[in-house]
């Protein structure tokens, strides 16, 4: 069975700089997906950044970049210029390919901004 | 305009009631879960329905069934509620195409407290 392990349970950054989130994951696949999603204090599930295994290139989007190390099973992420909005509990997940497409969970990062 | 809604958003029962979630999507996916987190923010699946199918049925007590009527939503049923079912109980829907594969959307959230 997969499992997903994020060991930071609390970060926090100053406004305008640059923090990274770890995750690490296990699995016998070879083609699967990775997902950082972000839960702030409204309780809404947002989708922040997606990887697919089998491209070697990290996905960005905007200020958020991964640091995808298939061999090593890490996932990490990458916020720059961090912003008061992006104060949230940050979940790594883990998507499978083949069967049925559940997302596996890590434990959750909670992420402060001090301004 | 909402793509995945849950009705109701709290809920507080007493022990032994037995209570409905329900949940709507209008993406035109053909596939949707159940995930349930707790106390400590560690989310977890359930179950997961494609085309109406259950395909996903995770070792979750019989007390709680899910109901799909069709492939745009996903009830779900709690019998004999125990205090530890307080929870918040999350929806969401998926495409199973590669170009989406991976991807859920959620919703809300169901925050449910058994007194």
């Known amino acids: 069975a997969q499992t997903v392990t994020q060991s930071q349970p609390e970060m926090s950054v100053q406004e305008a700089e640059t923090v990274t989130l770890s995750c690490t994951y296990d699995?016998?696949?070879?083609?699967?997906?990775l997902f950082w999603y972000k839960q702030p204090p409204s309780r809404q599930m947002i989708l922040v950044i997606r990887q697919e295994a089998y491209k070697q290139q990290n996905a960005t989007e905007n200020r958020f970049s991964v640091n995808f190390q298939k061999a090593a099973k890490s996932f990490s992420l990458k916020i720059s210029d961090s912003q008061l909005g992006d104060a949230a509990m940050y979940f790594c997940a883990y998507g499978q390919i083949q069967g049925a497409q559940k997302l596996v969970f890590g434990q959750g990062t909670r992420l402060t901004i001090n301004p | 305009d909402t793509a995945v809604s849950q009705t109701p958003k709290y809920l507080v029962t007493q022990m032994g009631n037995d209570k409905s979630i329900k949940c709507e999507q209008n993406l035109g996916h053909d596939t949707m879960y159940w995930y349930k987190q707790d106390s400590k923010k560690f989310l977890k699946i359930m179950f997961s329905y494609n085309n109406k199918e259950l395909i996903i049925n995770e070792t979750v007590p019989n007390r709680f069934s899910p109901k799909s009527p069709d492939k745009a939503h996903l009830n779900l049923h709690i019998n004999s509620l125990e205090l530890g079912d307080s929870a918040v109980y999350f929806c969401?829907?998926?495409?199973?195409?590669?170009?989406?594969?991976?991807?859920?959307?959620f919703g809300p959230g169901t925050r449910l407290l058994v007194l």
């Open positions: 699995t016998s696949e070879s083609d699967y997906y």
């Open positions: 969401a829907s998926s495409q199973h195409s590669r170009l989406q594969l991976g991807i859920q959307y």
